[in-house]
C-alpha cells in the first residue's frame, strides 16, 4: 500500500513556542490530506482537510490561526502548532487520500507525532 | 450526519479462539463504504478491511471477516484464528462520497495467551 511519512515522531517544547509537523506521502500524489488529533484512549478527531494550493477547511472548535496547515505541493502538508500549550500537548496523526475524490476510501495514514508541551 | 457507534470499550479473546467486534453506524447517504482500521501499540493506523454499501456479500480477508447488515446498519468485524499480534485498538469507520471518515470510539482487544 501506499505509505505516509511523518516527522518528528516525537517532539518535546517549551510552552509559547511553535512546532511544525511535516506528512508526506513518499510513493503517491495526495490530492488531499486530513490532519487528526487523538486524546489517550479515545478515537481520532478530525482537525482539518487540506487540498494542495488551497486553505484548509477546518472542523468546528478548531482554530485555524492557532493549527496552522500548509499543503503546498501534492506530497507534503505541514501542521503547525503556534504558541503551544501543554493543552495542546496529544497525537497528532496526518492521513492522506489517493485520487481526487477517493470514493473507495484509499485514504493512508502517516505512524503519527506526540506532542509534548512543558 | 453520520454516526459511528462500538459500544464495546473492551474485548478480549483466547489465542485461537474467534470473536466479534460490534459496530453501528448511521448515514442518510445511499452510497458510503465503511472499514475497520486496527491501531496497534505503534499507533499506526492500518486498514484492516473494507466494505462497500452497494456491495451484498460480505469482505474477506484473510481471518478477518465482516457481518454487513445494511438494513439493520450493522457492520460486525470477525477475527477466527485470533493471535497475539491481533491485540490492537480496533476503529470502525464510515465514509460517504468525497467526504472524510468518521471514527467509532473504538474497542481495545486483548488476546489471552
Known amino acids: 500500500g501506499a505509505v505516509v511519512s511523518q516527522h518528528p515522531s516525537r517532539v518535546i517544547c517549551k510552552s509559547g513556542t511553535s512546532v511544525k509537523i511535516e506528512c508526506r506521502s513518499l510513493?503517491?500524489?495526495?490530492?488531499?490530506m486530513f490532519w487528526y488529533r487523538q486524546f489517550p484512549k479515545q478515537s481520532l478527531m478530525l482537525m482539518a482537510t487540506?487540498?494542495?494550493?488551497?486553505?484548509?477547511?477546518?472542523e468546528q472548535g478548531v482554530e485555524k490561526d492557532k493549527f496552522l496547515i500548509n499543503h503546498a505541493s501534492l506530497t507534503l502538508s505541514t501542521l503547525t502548532v503556534t504558541s503551544a500549550h501543554p493543552e495542546d500537548s496529544s497525537f497528532y496523526i496526518c492521513?492522506?487520500?489517493?485520487?481526487?475524490?477517493?470514493?473507495?476510501?484509499?485514504?493512508?495514514f502517516g505512524p503519527g507525532t506526540r506532542l509534548t508541551v512543558l | 450526519a453520520q454516526t459511528v457507534t462500538q459500544s464495546q470499550p473492551e474485548m478480549s479473546v483466547q489465542e485461537a479462539e474467534t470473536v466479534t467486534l460490534s459496530c453501528t453506524y448511521d448515514?442518510?447517504?445511499?452510497?458510503?463504504?465503511l472499514f475497520w482500521y486496527k491501531q496497534p501499540p505503534s499507533r499506526q493506523m492500518i486498514l484492516v478491511i473494507r466494505?462497500?454499501?452497494?456491495?451484498?456479500q460480505n469482505a474477506t480477508e484473510n481471518r478477518f471477516s465482516v457481518n454487513f447488515q445494511k438494513a439493520a446498519k450493522s457492520f460486525s468485524l470477525k477475527i477466527s484464528d485470533s493471535q497475539l499480534g491481533d491485540a490492537a485498538m480496533y476503529f470502525c469507520a464510515c465514509k460517504t462520497g468525497a467526504n472524510n471518515l468518521f471514527f467509532g470510539t473504538g474497542t481495545r482487544l486483548t488476546v489471552i495467551p
Open positions: 487540506s487540498n494542495e494550493g488551497s486553505k484548509a477547511t477546518y
Open positions: 448515514t442518510s447517504e445511499s452510497d458510503y463504504y
Open positions: 466494505q462497500e454499501a452497494y456491495k451484498q
Open positions: 492521513s492522506a487520500r489517493v485520487g481526487l475524490a477517493g470514493r473507495r476510501g484509499g485514504q493512508f
Open positions: 510513493d503517491f500524489q495526495a490530492t488531499t
